[in-house]
């Protein structure tokens, strides 16, 4: 049975956010906690479909990929595109990610860069 938790954090200085989803199988000898760290200068109103791909988090990959993508008067993404990811594994779960994500309408009209970090502990 897999626990998932969220943990977001903000930082009024810094005007960063970091969402963490974590899970871990407790259930299974040879388990890999994993955790998803969100990083950008807005938070989105809802985080969208944010996963880690099972065949990276079975082989025990991390990676990191950079979105681009402009908000909509309302709330909604489009234009994005992954700038950059350091492991294909997680090219489709960004893509994913960036295309579910909502803001808040008065975010509209603004260009957001993301970085999404996944890693396995």
């Known amino acids: 049975m897999k626990k998932i938790l969220?943990?977001?954090?903000?930082?009024?200085?810094?005007?960063?956010?970091?969402?963490?989803?974590m899970a871990g199988n407790s259930d299974r000898d040879g388990a890999k906690?994993?955790?998803?760290?969100?990083?950008?200068?807005t938070l989105p109103a809802s985080l969208g479909s944010l996963e880690y791909p099972y065949t990276a988090a079975d082989r025990g990959l991390s990676g990191e990929c950079e979105i681009q993508l402009q908000v909509a008067e309302t709330g909604t993404a489009s234009d994005h595109k992954v700038v950059s990811c350091s492991n294909a594994a997680f090219l489709r779960a960004a893509k994913s990610?960036?295309?579910?994500?909502?803001?808040?309408?008065?975010?509209?009209?603004?260009?957001?860069e993301l970085l999404v970090s996944w890693s396995t502990y």
């Not at 990610?97 to 957001?112: M, N, R, S, V, Y």
């Open 6 to 21: 969220g943990v977001l954090g903000t930082f009024a200085l810094v005007a960063s956010v970091t969402p963490v989803a």
């Open 33 to 41: 906690d994993i955790a998803i760290d969100v990083k950008g200068t």
């Open 97 to 112: 990610f960036a295309e579910t994500l909502k803001f808040d309408p008065q975010d509209g009209g603004e260009t957001h």
